[in-house]
């Protein structure tokens, strides 16, 4: 593990308070993608339209008992869209961020506590290396991260 005191101070506090703002009833996330100190943008788990899930208190993917990455109706049948790909839609130019870094914060609803197991969908990391992400890092707790660095077609 590495420190996040390399980390601008900023980038924490923006996946902090992007994160609150995220749509899923069990679990929040936060991304933001960086290219040295400039933040390129940031996202959350957010609901295109309507109200949140956390919101109605309810999750469609749970109703149909959709077990995360056990069938592809997990993606036809959650209504949010997944922190990474907000953070890339919001970009102003895709060109920029050719070898930047994807921090990730995920934050477990019923405890609060972060979760560090967090990692891309597969579907995800196609769009993440198709714009020229090389890193992603999971962030651990305020002063830690896990980095994965891309070899080839994966992260590792």
């Known amino acids: 593990m590495t420190t996040l005191y390399s980390l601008n101070e900023k980038i ?3 996946l902090s308070d992007n994160i609150k703002k995220s749509g899923c009833i069990f679990r929040g996330y936060a991304s933001a993608i960086v290219n040295g100190e400039d933040v390129l943008g940031s996202g959350y788990s957010l609901i295109p339209t309507g109200e949140r899930c956390n919101e109605i208190g309810t999750c469609p993917r749970r109703e149909l ?9 997990f993606f036809e049948s959650c209504r949010v869209i997944h922190a990474e790909m907000s953070a890339i839609l919001s970009c102003n130019q895709i060109a920029s ?3 930047s870094t994807l921090y990730l914060l995920g934050i477990n609803r019923s405890d609060g506590l972060i979760h560090k197991d967090a990692f891309p969908c597969s579907l995800c990391i196609r769009h993440i290396i198709y714009v020229g992400i090389n890193k992603i890092r999971i962030v651990q707790s305020e002063t830690t991260y896990k980095e994965y660095t891309l070899q080839g077609d994966r992260f590792l």
């Open 97 to 99: 961020c050719k070898n």
């Open 65 to 73: 008992q959709n077990k995360y990455g056990e069938h592809i109706e």
């Open 12 to 14: 924490y506090e923006l």
